[in-house]
């Protein structure tokens, strides 16, 4: 179903998730009891500004260890473009075959910018990838993370339209490199009774927003490359 039919058919909210939130929370050393008490699944957004505990993440992803996975002659990229979904945003980029063979100069920010996102659901690519940041320390103990995972990847200036999701479930969403900014809008049936709200992600920061509820939009802030990598849970 297209997604205007889908935002059209949307079951409304209870306002109750916004109704009093005037700001994204920014906090640490959560506990997993504290989280799911007041944010896992009451729809009120959060940053957690220790998120990214132990990872290796931020010192290994880049554009060239992403292309390095998706080679053109790997069977990953092959399953990739079989089974898997690319967002290719404003851009002219027709897949990630597409995107990884763009120049040198363009990755570089030396050319036209570009955004673009895409899931990841090949098993030897999670591999790879999870060998590299691990479950958010937060998350409920009973909860269990998506198997697939979303990675959104793009330069300065660029990032995804005011939107919102049909996923089912919350997502994190980590800030691996690159500052990104979020503007969230309450849904319409609780225009009256919530406020937009903008809040910046940080390198090593994760945001959780549940953004079935909430609508979005991300704009790159920073001055160089942006790479997140996140999931549901349930």
């Not at 640490?28 to 729809?43: D, K, M």
């Not at 098993?123 to 009973?142: C, G, K, T, V, W």
């Not at 089912?168 to 690159?178: E, H, M, T, V, Y």
Request: hydrophobic letters at 35%.
């Amino acid at each position: 179903m297209p997604a205007s039919l889908q935002d059209m058919f949307r079951p409304p909210v209870q306002c109750d998730m916004c109704r009093q939130v005037t700001h994204v929370e920014r906090v640490h050393s959560v506990t997993s009891q504290l989280f799911e008490e007041r944010y896992a699944y009451t729809g009120r957004p959060v940053v957690i500004t220790d998120g990214q505990r132990n990872w290796s993440a931020p010192h290994v992803f880049s554009f060239e260890f992403f292309k390095s996975i998706y080679a053109d002659d790997s069977p990953v990229l092959e399953n990739f473009e079989r089974d898997c979904q690319f967002f290719p945003y404003q851009t002219e980029f027709r897949n990630l075959r597409h995107v990884f063979n763009m120049t040198a100069d363009r990755v570089n920010m030396r050319g036209e910018p570009w955004y673009i996102g895409w899931s990841n659901c090949d098993s030897s690519a999670a591999n790879i990838l999870r060998d590299h940041y691990e479950r958010p320390y937060f998350l409920p103990q009973a909860a269990e993370s998506s198997k697939t995972d979303w990675i959104f990847m793009g330069t300065p200036g660029y990032g995804a339209h005011m939107h919102i999701d049909h996923v089912g479930n919350p997502s994190w969403q980590a800030q691996i490199r690159g500052r990104k900014l979020w503007t969230l809008e309450p849904p319409p049936e609780c225009y009256f009774q919530c406020i937009p709200m903008e809040v910046v992600v940080e390198p090593g920061e994760i945001i959780v927003l549940d953004t079935n509820i909430w609508y979005h939009k991300t704009l790159i802030v920073s001055e160089e490359l942006s790479i997140t990598i996140g999931s549901e849970y349930d």
